[in-house]
């Protein structure tokens, strides 16, 4: 049996006495009884069904405290409306909408055209609503009657996917931008030279064939990169199980990246042996290749680069790069792992640098639980420290 509202009883007292202050004042009495009747019939459909009592629904017993037991787990925000009241919020809503909602109108609670009109629709479809909760914010709403009586709004945070779905808008006219720049010089070149034919200055042509050959071998570091870049990104929840001894590795790697003619500026003397860790060994040789590259390519000229290995503390192999170049400006340091940034576009395309380094090193340091430190002063230089877990004896 539904509980009834309950009778204003205060609310018929103040009614009868206005009722005789318009008796004395000689009002007609069919005009008061209807005044009456309305003021009273309006003060009694104005009062809520007590939510502090249990309504019976086939047989089962739901109450306040029951509706805030069942959603209290859940990990998407959930509200039970009594009517147009929130009687009951899980954390979760609480967290997006704050504590204070609990008792209030869910109009008043939410105050946006959007979410107000799904409320007040019982046949309304899910609606997505921006700017519900902040200025950035999109959210899912859902309106589940569960009887007559109750019902339960459901929200969902769809910001992740819009910002994910945004990244690879993003990325993908990056890429397009970055891959059509090369091939739009080779194109324009080799066109000269073939309209140019036979009467073709010999000069010339020999400084269209390099640039040419410079802007293909572009090309080909860009799509090598990308396809690296898209593999770890593929493996980065595949945490690798192979043990690595890092001192040679490193000794390794880092002659590959720094090529015979810089070899000499490397300086290898401050790392340590038997440092095994848990990693992707092709990764890890790629990671030192690039941090090494990146060091000697963006330091001063004939100016020397610091390798160094060791372990802290906290059971973490700790590798350093640290280079004595013209440095970053602080603005700049935290967007360097973003694919395709460059703090000078100019100067890095002129150095061969196609932008996804040091995204590249992101990903492979996230994939072996790792962390990745840039510091870097104007005028003193960039260090680039990676740590990672060392092997635990199992």
Not at 89 to 95: E, H, I, P
Not at 356 to 380: C, F, M, P, T, Y
């Amino acid at each position: 049996m539904n509980e009834s509202r309950p009778i204003p009883w205060s609310g018929i007292f103040l009614a009868l006495i206005g009722a005789a202050v318009m008796i004395a004042a000689g009002a007609h009495l069919g005009l008061i009884l209807g005044v009456l009747t309305v003021w009273i019939g309006s003060l009694w459909l104005s009062q809520p069904i007590p939510v502090t009592k249990t309504e019976r629904k086939g047989g089962v017993q739901l109450s306040r405290e029951t509706m805030s037991g069942l959603i209290e787990p859940f990990s998407l925000p959930l509200l039970v409306l009594d009517q147009d009241r929130i009687i009951s919020a899980n954390l979760a809503a609480r967290d997006a909408l704050g504590d204070h909602i609990i008792g209030q109108d869910a109009r008043v609670a939410f105050r946006h055209p959007e979410a107000i009109a799904l409320i007040d629709d019982k046949s309304a479809e899910p609606t997505i609503i921006r700017g519900l909760t902040g200025p950035r914010s999109l959210w899912r709403m859902a309106r589940l009657p569960i009887d007559r009586r109750y019902t339960m709004i459901e929200m969902s945070d769809h910001r992740a996917e819009a910002d994910i779905s945004r990244a690879h808008t993003d990325f993908v006219a990056n890429a397009s931008h970055e891959l059509r720049t090369p091939l739009a010089s080779i194109i324009g070149y080799v066109e000269t030279l073939s309209e140019e034919g036979n009467d073709a200055d010999p000069a010339m042509t020999n400084k269209f064939h390099g640039i040419v050959l410079q802007e293909a071998r572009r090309l080909q570091s860009l799509v090598s990169d990308l396809m690296s870049l898209s593999r770890v990104e593929a493996e980065k929840h595949d945490a690798p199980n192979e043990p690595v001894e890092l001192g040679s590795l490193l000794r390794q790697s880092a002659d590959e990246g720094a090529g015979a003619e810089r070899t000499k500026r490397l300086n290898l003397e401050s790392i340590e042996n038997d440092i095994i860790i848990h990693g992707d060994r092709r990764q890890l040789e790629q990671l030192v290749r690039n941090l090494v590259d990146n060091a000697l390519k963006y330091s001063t000229a004939n100016s020397q680069v610091d390798i160094s290995l060791q372990t802290n503390s906290a059971d973490e192999a700790v590798f350093r790069v640290t280079d004595r170049g013209e440095g970053i400006d602080a603005e700049h340091l935290p967007h360097l792992t973003r694919r395709f940034y460059r703090t000078d576009p100019g100067r890095s395309r002129a150095a061969g640098g196609t932008g996804l380094g040091l995204a590249i090193v992101k990903h492979i340091v996230e994939r072996h639980r790792g962390r990745l430190d840039i510091e870097s002063e104007k005028g003193q230089g960039t260090s680039v420290s990676v740590r990672i877990p060392l092997q635990t004896e199992s």
